[in-house]
């Protein structure tokens, strides 16, 4: 069999929704759970208000049920005299999904029917996915990473009518971390304090989404650039004990250092404080820690944080080794 192409965006079956462009079927897959119930509840509020009774809403689970009964369930008539919306859950649990060839070549177009697929397709080859594919039914959605991320953040900061810089985003994503359910509670958060105010700047992020925190990163960093050896490893084990992988941990250190190196370099140019922290990767916010900590790092101070750095990370990726001891490590190697 030929390769299937690939699956589009579930961002892609949002943007339709949006506009009011319903299918018969979807079948929403992927590893961003966060993704995928986002784009349920959109596809939620467009067909609810098609729907004439309450009994022409079915949800069902795809753990012990037999595709072909959802199937029959979708294909009946709806009580009233609009729409149907069938909702299956877990449909990463059900086993043989060859009904679905059939169903998916001529689906009702009464029926909305959904399949909620947690995980990554193994295999998107076989015959159903690819048929699904192909019929524009089926979706993937993917975690977001960097600037998909960022501008996601502005996007629904703009839609609670609040003003969101790209530089700010990725500060509250690197403080708060990547996970998405995370940042809408602590945007949430941030939107109460704010009040009638409308720009989220550096100060509300850090005040705020900080204190969701025992400890953030930029403490940690904050500990090392004061070469505060007991403040730095208690600030890590922390880190841990919260739930930070130390890959995260060893992959901010090392832009931290690497930002760093640069400081002397750009000192003599004349650049504002915006300007200059662009260049080391860091936020305006930050910058000041970095002409603090530059100056009691020398270079070779530099060159044994990055050979720590390295030996962390290679460590991590590469053997099963506690996380306290690499981040205990890497904190002793450091300020050696």
Do not use: C
Request: hydrophobic share 40%; proline share 3%.
């Amino acid at each position: 069999m030929a390769k299937s192409s690939a699956i589009p965006s579930i961002l892609d079956a949002v943007k339709e929704i949006k506009k009011g462009i319903i299918k018969p079927l979807y079948y929403f897959s992927g590893d961003d759970t966060y993704g995928i119930d986002a784009a349920f509840r959109q596809l939620e509020k467009k067909v609810t208000p098609l729907l004439a009774s309450d009994f022409d809403k079915e949800v069902y689970y795809g753990e012990g049920k037999a595709l072909n009964d959802i199937l029959q369930a979708a294909s009946a008539f709806p009580f009233g005299s609009s729409k149907k919306f069938v909702i299956v859950k877990e449909s990463e649990k059900i086993r043989d999904k060859k009904a679905l060839i059939s169903y998916s070549d001529s689906p009702p177009d009464f029926t909305v029917l959904v399949f909620l697929h947690y995980g990554k397709i193994s295999n998107p080859e076989t015959q159903v996915y690819n048929l699904l594919n192909k019929a524009g039914y089926l979706y993937e959605a993917k975690e977001l990473k960097g600037k998909n991320l960022a501008d996601w953040l502005i996007d629904t900061a703009e839609s609670r009518g609040k003003i969101l810089s790209q530089e700010d985003a990725q500060l509250m994503i690197d403080i708060a971390g990547e996970n998405r359910s995370l940042l809408e509670m602590q945007l949430e958060k941030i939107i109460t304090f704010l009040g009638e105010e409308k720009v989220i700047n550096h100060k509300i992020i850090s005040d705020v989404t900080s204190s969701l925190k025992e400890y953030s990163i930029f403490d940690l960093q904050n500990a090392l650039a004061k070469k505060d050896k007991k403040d730095s490893l208690r600030i890590a084990l922390k880190l841990i004990d919260s739930g930070f992988e130390p890959t995260f941990i060893t992959y901010m250190l090392t832009r931290f250092f690497i930002g760093l190196s640069r400081v002397n370099e750009i000192k003599d140019q004349n650049l504002n404080e915006y300007a200059a922290a662009r260049i080391v990767g860091t936020h305006p916010y930050f910058y000041k820690t970095y002409l603090q900590a530059r100056r009691l790092y020398s270079d070779k101070d530099l060159y044994s944080a990055a050979q720590a750095l390295f030996k962390a990370d290679l460590v991590t990726k590469t053997t099963s080794t506690d996380p306290k001891n690499v981040v205990t490590i890497l904190i002793a190697e450091i300020l050696e």
